[in-house]
């Protein structure tokens, strides 16, 4: 058993994070600790304690490009939106001080992959030396486009404050998260937001989703795109002002069907042109019976939205005769995976 070695780490005082955390409805704890008293230390936990979580995927359903900035990151405004398709990680604490990844697919296996660093972020800040073996079993594709290792990163850091009671604040959270990648602030929250700046300005959106839009099928094109490579080439032609976001979460918040034109994700159109096996996938999603098909982040996953599943379903089918990976998705909330209004 460890001991809280700061007061950073202060224990059974719930953040401003700790009524949205992921999964909140569904983690899983195995030899659960007793809670610890404030500012005090105490064990952390016992020895083989277990907790697990799911880590959901996302999709963009608009990613504006304004521009690129002088840091070389680009400035973004983009709508995203969890969905259920999860990474499952299980966290047990272990009696030396060591930190361990086992991740189902082995070459994730490395020491830069975002859940092991986000342990590693969270234990060195709040100065605690606990021993964590994390094992992640992988389901979301890997580079493409789907979030799948930053919600990882965040999830391992909601996992462990909600678990040990780590009194860190929301800005704290937030700035652990956004030196992990552009992505991770945005899982600390979920289900629906609007991302600006680099992603790390989050926004959440009220529990509302278009009924065109309820079932997500995703189409994986059988290669990984990197995210930098796609910022990298990205002609200035491709920057707009925001107008498709803002159209998109004022359409969100009004409660208003969104325009297809502005379901724009500004990386696409290069990612197509890259990427032939992309542009392929678009095209035979559309003859599969899609009627709009858009790049998720900066891809290659593609996905189509559908009002009804059976169509969904049927065009699922198609795809995956056709040899293409696919999932069959749809949007989830954070707190409440029911929780959603369609209209
Ligand atoms: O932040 P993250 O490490 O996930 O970003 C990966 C790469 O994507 C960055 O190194 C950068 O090249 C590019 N990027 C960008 N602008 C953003 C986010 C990412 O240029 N807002």
Redesign the pocket.
């Known amino acids: 058993m460890r001991e809280i070695n700061t007061d950073r780490a202060r224990a059974g005082k719930k953040s401003g994070f700790g009524h949205r955390y992921l999964d909140m409805a569904r983690p899983s704890q195995h030899n659960r600790p007793m809670k610890n008293g404030y500012n005090t230390p105490h064990p952390i936990a016992t020895t083989g304690s277990t907790y697990v979580v799911q880590a959901y995927a996302k999709i963009n359903l608009t990613l504006d ?1 304004l521009g ?2 002088a840091d ?5 405004a983009t709508v995203m939106q969890t969905i259920d398709l999860y990474d499952t990680i299980s966290l047990t604490t272990t009696a030396d001080k060591q930190l361990r990844l086992f991740c189902s697919q082995t070459e994730l296996n490395t020491d830069d992959n975002l859940a092991l660093r986000a342990a590693q972020a969270l234990l060195h800040y709040c100065g605690i030396e606990q021993g964590l073996d994390i094992e992640l079993h992988k389901r979301i594709p890997v580079a493409a486009g789907l979030g799948g ?2 919600s990882d990163a965040a999830t391992v850091l909601l996992a462990l404050q909600t678990w040990w009671q780590l009194a860190l604040s929301a800005d704290e959270m937030l700035s652990l998260a956004a030196e ?5 602030p945005f899982f600390l929250t979920g289900g629906l937001a609007l991302c600006e ?3 790390e300005r989050v926004t959440p959106l009220p529990l509302h989703w278009p009924a065109a839009l309820r079932w997500l099928l995703l189409l994986k094109p059988a290669i990984g795109v ?7 080439n990205l002609p200035p032609d491709d920057y707009t002002d925001g107008s498709h976001s803002r159209a998109v979460t004022t359409a969100l918040r009004n409660r208003q069907a969104v325009e297809s034109a502005d379901l724009h994700n500004g990386l696409e159109r290069s990612v197509l042109e890259r990427y032939p096996r992309v542009a392929q996938a678009r095209a035979d999603l559309l003859h599969a019976g899609a009627t709009l098909v858009r790049l998720s982040g ?1 891809g290659p996953t593609l996905f189509a939205p559908f009002a009804g599943l059976t169509q969904a379903a049927l065009v699922e089918q198609r795809l995956r005769e056709q040899g293409y990976e696919v999932y069959l998705t749809r949007p989830i909330y954070s707190d409440n995976v029911h929780a959603y209004v369609f209209s």
């Not at 070389?72 to 973004?76: P, S, T």
């Not at 992990?180 to 991770?184: F, H, I, T, Y």
């Not at 990197?226 to 990298?232: D, E, L």
């Open positions: 490009v690129r900035r070389g990151y680009h400035d973004l290792g930053s992990l990648g552009s992505d991770v700046g680099r992603g990197s995210t930098a490579t796609v910022f990298r900066s």
